[in-house]
């Protein structure tokens, strides 16, 4: 092959990340301290100013503690759609409760609003929707299924940041808690990182406490309070969730490229968008006008007659990665089990999984990469 691989994603990591980490490693708080208060004031300022963030070590984390914290418990019925990542889902297991599967939307691959109220029975507590790629779930439809149910709603914002649709931002919305995710390859990165946000102050209270061993004060508040250091009550057993100082300080640099990043994908995007036009490959749902989709990713379906198999084959010879968002949760052997599934019962997941491929969408492409991407895609196809 003559020239690089091209990777499906990629951090995108520049020098100011690397000195303000270094900067972290040298001033002495390898743990969580004053950078992670900054980040987390620094994000809830960027959304509203009502809005209080507390960081976690990942999105997994988050969720696990927005459920925790809105007392799901053993028997508690969560809609999760299959259309997800096994996160969302294992999350409402670690606390005993009963994910319940919803098929998905056929043209923008969010859950189907109107096959999640189809599975609400007595026992459904809570609905984590995913704004799937970047592309915000309804919200007047999402805030009407949660009233008319009277259903908790944690948003899986791991995708979205930063996304709005109907003027509204996603984490500023009606909902409990939104949840972002700071992995490597997500839309902003802390290598391992995430946040939860919300309006309810004694859930964040509550959030704060169980991501350090449901511990009321954390290190860097016992060494500026008045009470002795040493001291400190546990409350309930909790989890070791904390976000550390290196990681917020290159959050804290990627939360100010974050809409730089987004308006670069946006801008692959709009590229892709009228290069395959004319290929027959099904693009992307963008949403109803007024939507910002954040573009995490940008999953194409394939025309009849393409093989998922021999597309993937075809680009990688090509030196291109692709991948695929997602293996729907009831094709994978624990949730088939878990609930019975047939791949019949979630019949627009099980068809749309068999031709979509997510192509390398992400702010640090160059534009040699971004039209070897187009040419191998109208090569293959
Ligand atoms: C990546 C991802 C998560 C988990 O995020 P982590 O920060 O890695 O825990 C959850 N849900 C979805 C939809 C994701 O893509």
């Known amino acids: 092959m003559s020239e690089e691989f091209v990777p499906f994603a990629l951090p995108d990591i520049g020098e100011p990340e690397i000195d303000a980490v270094a900067a972290a490693l040298r001033s002495g708080w390898l743990s969580s301290g ?153 839309t902003m990165t802390t290598g391992e990182g995430g946040m939860v946000v919300t309006r309810d102050a004694e859930l964040a209270q509550r959030i704060r406490t169980m991501r350090l061993h449901g511990i009321n004060r954390d290190a860097f508040d016992r060494y500026r309070s008045s009470v002795p250091a040493w001291h400190y009550d546990v409350v309930a057993p909790g989890f070791k969730y904390n976000l550390t100082d290196p990681a917020a300080a290159m959050g804290l640099v990627q939360l100010g490229r974050a809409q730089a990043m987004r308006d670069r994908r946006a801008a692959i995007a709009a590229m892709y968008d009228e290069m395959f036009a004319p290929t027959g490959l099904e693009l992307p749902a963008h949403g109803p006008a007024g939507t910002e989709h954040s573009w995490h990713l940008y999953p194409v379906r394939l025309p009849d007659g393409m093989g998922r198999d021999r597309f993937i084959e075809g680009m990688g010879a090509r030196g291109i990665g692709t991948s695929v968002h997602f293996i729907p949760l009831h094709l994978q052997p624990y949730w088939r089990d878990f609930g019975g599934h047939q791949p019949q019962d979630f019949p627009v997941a099980t068809a749309e999984f068999a031709r979509v491929v997510s192509l390398p969408i992400f702010s640090a492409m160059t534009a040699r990469q971004i039209e070897r991407v187009i040419q191998a895609v109208v090569g293959v196809l």
């Open 34 to 186: 004053p950078r992670v208060k900054e980040f987390e004031a620094a994000f809830a300022a960027r959304l509203a100013a009502d809005i209080t963030a507390v960081s976690v070590n990942s999105a997994t984390a988050g969720l696990h503690l927005a459920l925790e914290g809105i007392g799901i418990g053993p028997g508690d019925e969560v809609l999760v759609p299959t259309w997800t990542f096994t996160a969302t889902a294992e999350v409402v297991r670690y606390l005993g409760g009963v994910p319940v599967l919803v098929d998905c939307d056929r043209a923008t691959l969010n859950l189907d609003l109107a096959a999640a109220a189809a599975k609400v029975t007595a026992r459904t507590r809570a609905i984590i929707p995913v704004h799937f790629a970047g592309l915000p779930v309804d919200p007047p439809g999402l805030a009407e299924l949660a009233q008319e149910h009277g259903l908790e709603v944690v948003e899986d914002a791991a995708h979205a940041f930063p996304a709005s649709a109907a003027g509204q931002e996603v984490g500023t919305g009606a909902s409990r808690a939104t949840v972002f995710s700071f992995y490597a390859t997500k």
